[in-house]
C-alpha cells in the first residue's frame, strides 16, 4: 500500500478567498436572492455539489458509442462559472462515486493502469474545476485499494472518510485507525453584505455506505472495515465544533431510506440529518434527485419541495453529472462566529425534454475540462471498441419473443454467476438461485432493425449495448415457488388467448412492453395460450383463475409453492418496476454496487469466450393444428435455420420493413 501522508494530511489551503465571481460577468447574471440582500453583519454562501459522476467527465455513452446530452462532467461544468457568479462566496464539493461505472474507468483500471503520481482523468478534470473537498462512494474501492490510493492521490483537495478504518473498529469511533481524515476545517475569507472580508470556518465529514464491506469484500478484508454512519458522525461532529467549525457539512455518499433507522444502513441520510451539529447535508449513491417534483414525494422528514431532511439543507444532484447541486446559506455574525438564518436549495439540470420529450442539451462543454481528458476519451474509444472475448455463436433477439434466446440466456448467466458469489458466505447461501431477464431490442417502436444482432467472433464492449440497453444495477429477490409462478404469469400477458385450431392468429399484444417479458431461468415451464393472461399490463389481476404456466418445475420435480428462492435480477424489476405481483422493495434480500451492463462485461473477460446457446427452459404447451403469427426484423431469416424446439417458418413480409413468421403450435 502506498504511503497515505499526502491523503491524511489537511490540504493546504490558508485562509483562501470564497469569492465567487462579482466582478465583470456579475452583470450579466441574475444574483442569488441572498447575495443581493445580505447586510454588513450578513454573508451569502453558495455550496456546490456534483455526486455519482462515475468517471462520466465527457457526454458520450461509451456503450452506445455516441455522444448523450444528458451527462458529462464536462458539461456540468460549464455552468460553475455562472453559478459562482450568482453568488457572493462559493465552495465546490464532490460527494464519491468517481473512479468506476463506465468504460473509461474500466480503461484506466484494467489496460493503463494508475501508479503513485499518475494523474486519473477524472481527478484531472476536477482539478481545472478547482474543488475544495470530496468524499468517497461505494465505488472508489471496485478496482482495489492501491488504485483507488494512487488515483485520489493526484487531487489537488482534501478527501475526506470518517467510517472507513484500516482494520478492526476501536472502542470509540474517535480511536479508529482510518484511512482517509475524518473531517477537514477549511480556514476562508467571506465577504459579507457591505463588501467586507472576515474570516469563517467550514468544516467537510464523509461517509460511506458500510456494506462496502460486502460488495468488494475481496479488495478490502483484512484492510479495512466500516462502522455505522450515523455513530460515526455522533463522535466526530462535535470535536469538529469544538475546533472551531463555524459550519458542518456532511458529505454523505448515502441515499435516503424511510424504512426506519437500522444499524449500518446503506442509506442513512434522513437519520444523519438528526445529528446535533450538522447544517447541511449532501446525499448521492442512489442516482436520484432531491429537491424536485418526483423523488421522495410523502416521505416523513423529507421535503422536496424546499430541499430539507429533518429540516435541514439537503441535496442529491442526480448522476453522471445530470445535475449539480446547490445549497446557499445566508449566514449572519453572531459574535466572532457565523450562524444560519435562512436557506434555498436546487438540484439545477444541464438538460431537458422538449415538447416531443426530445432531450435538448441546456449547456455546452467547458473546453478546459475536454482538453484535460481528451486523450483518455480517445483511447476509450479505441478501448470499447476492441474485442474483450469472443462469442462462438451469434447473439440476436428476432425469436426473444417465441423461443428461449441467447441474448437473454447470457444475460441470465452472468447475473446468476454474480448473486451466487456475492450470496456464497451469507444467511441465504443455501437458496436455489434463479434469474430474471427480458429481451430489450425487440423491434416495436424501434423499429425493424431495433434487435440485437451480434455475430459469432470477437465481441466489445459497446456490443453489450446490444445485450443490456440500460444502465440498470444489480438486485435480488427472496420469494416463493408460488410467487416465482405469478411472475411468470404477468410476463405471460404479452400474448393474446388463442383459440385452439386457430390458423395464424396474431400472438405478440402490441400494448405489453417487451421489456417487462420476463424470463426466469433456472426453472423449466411451459406457457399455455388458451387461457386468458390473469393479469393485465399493468399488473392487475383481471382472471383470477386462470393459470398459463403449466409444468412449472425446479430440479425436474413440480415446483413447492413454499419452497424460498432468491431471484437474480436489476433495480428496476426489484423495486417494483413494471407492477409485477409481490416483487417490490420489501422482497430485495441484495442490492449491488454493480450495473449489470458491467457484470456481463465482466463475464465475458472471465470466460475468454462464451458459448451463448439457449437452453430451451420455456416454450408453448403444444395445441393441434394451430398457428400463430409474429412480425420481427427480415435479418430473422438468416438465423431461422438455427432455432430448436420450435418449429418457425418464413410467412412472407410483414408492415413497416418488419418480416412475417408463422409457429406451429
Known sequence: MPPMSSLLDLHPISRRSLLGGLAATAALVTLHPFAARANGSQAHLRLMETTDIH???????????KPNDTMGLARTASIIDQIRAEAGNSLLIDNGDLLQGNPMGDYMAYKKGMKAGDLHPVIKAMNVLGYDCGTLGNHEFNYGLDFMFNTLGGANFPIVCANLTKGALAADPKLDELHFKPYVILDKMI????????????GFIGFVPPQVMVWDAKNLEGSAQTRD???????????????GADLVIALSHSGIDVHG?????????????????IDAIFTGHQHLVFPGPKDFVDVPGADPVKGTLLGKPAVMAGFWGSHMGLIDLLLEKDGKSWKIVDFTCEARPISHRDENKKVVADVKDKPDVVAAVSAEHQATLDYVRTPVGKTSAPLYSYFALVADDPSVQIVSIAQTAYIKDMLKDGDLKDLPVLSAAAPFKVGGRGGADYFTDV????IAIRNVADLYLYPNTIQAVAITGEQVKNWLEMSAGIFNQITPGAKDAALINPEFPSYNYDVIDGVTYQIDLTKPARYDKDGVVVHPESSRIVNLQFAGHPIDPGQRFVVATNNYRAGGGGKFPEIAGDKVVFVGPDTNRDIIVRYIVEQGTIDPQADGNWSFAPLADTTVTFETGPKARDYLAAIKGAKIEDAGDGADGFAKFRLTL
Do not use: C, F, H
Open 455 to 458: 455475430p459469432a467472433g470477437d
Open 261 to 277: 433507522q437500522t444499524e449500518r444502513m446503506e442509506n442513512a441520510s434522513l437519520y444523519l440529518a438528526g445529528v446535533e451539529g
Open 229 to 243: 454512519i450515523v455513530e460515526t458522525a455522533r463522535a466526530w461532529v462535535p470535536r469538529m465544533k469544538e475546533e
Open 55 to 65: 468517471v462520466n467527465v465527457m457526454p458520450y455513452d461509451y456503450y452506445a458509442d
Open 191 to 202: 465577504r459579507d453584505g457591505s463588501g467586507a472580508e472576515s474570516p469563517i470556518k467550514i
